[in-house]
């Protein structure tokens, strides 16, 4: 089945600072990325997703990009704020498997 | 309803005694999904279904763990002769699916299951 690996685990950063999340995926079939983010306490809500025909995507200070041939795909956060602080969580939905697989989760801490 | 709801948000057992958790998805979503997340750790997928196909029982950690879906809303998941490694949120979510794709899933709130 599918395998998503997500690095780092934790990640501080300046207010202002930009914040990279990286994940890697096993089955080349998978066909859709989403990135889920997780405030203490709270449900995971989509914040932003690319699919496999698109190689990036923006979304105000949010944006995801996809290297197919290499099975990896990143978020990025540009001019990061406390309220970004949470837990980013990747995935990788192999239409064959029919499966959304989650990475192991990134706790990102904005300092002020 | 507006959200995906899930009952009950907490449960305490003792060791050994059966739970179930419910989940009713967003009206119209074809797919529900559930999920495990231990304190600290990261989304364990446990069961999918898809409309009136067999459900994807494949995460299902061992077979105390049941689930199923009634009429293709509302979802209950079984955990019987609980364990303390049981211990968890289970979080379930739904999403309005196209057949071989996905869409964006709705979660709810989870269920914090403590075992004692």
């Known amino acids: 089945g599918e395998n998503v690996e997500q690095h780092p685990s934790t990640l501080s950063v300046q207010e202002g600072d930009s914040a990279v999340i990286k994940c890697t995926y096993s089955?080349?079939?998978?066909?859709?990325f989403p990135w889920y983010k997780q405030e203490l306490g709270k449900r995971p809500q989509l914040i932003i997703d690319?699919?496999?025909?698109?190689g990036e995507k923006k979304d105000q200070r949010i944006a995801v990009t996809l290297n197919k041939t290499a099975k990896h795909f990143s978020l990025h956060i540009t001019e990061t704020q406390p309220e970004d602080s949470a837990v980013y969580f990747c995935?990788?939905?192999?239409?064959?498997?029919?499966?959304?697989?989650f990475g192991s989760g990134t706790q990102l801490t904005v300092l002020p | 309803g507006a959200g995906v709801s899930q009952s009950p948000s907490n449960k305490v057992t003792e060791k050994g005694k059966d739970v179930e958790l419910r989940c009713d998805p967003i009206?119209?979503?074809?797919?529900l999904y559930w999920y495990r997340q231990s304190l600290g750790q990261g989304l364990e997928f446990l069961i999918y279904?898809?409309?009136?196909?067999?459900?994807?029982k494949s995460g299902l950690p061992s077979d105390r763990f049941s689930a199923e879906r009634t009429g293709g809303s509302v979802s209950t998941l079984t955990i019987q002769r609980t364990q303390q490694e049981d211990s968890a949120v289970y979080l379930c979510?739904?999403?309005?699916?196209?057949?071989?794709?996905?869409?964006?899933?709705?979660f709810g709130e989870g269920s914090r299951l403590t075992v004692l």
């Open positions: 995935a990788a939905f192999s239409g064959s498997a029919r499966q959304l697989t």
């Open positions: 089955d080349s079939a998978s066909n859709y």
């Open positions: 009206s119209g979503h074809t797919a």
């Open positions: 690319i699919r496999s025909n698109v």
């Open positions: 279904f898809q409309g009136n196909s067999a459900p994807d």
């Open positions: 979510a739904s999403s309005p699916i196209l057949a071989g794709s996905t869409g964006e899933l709705f």
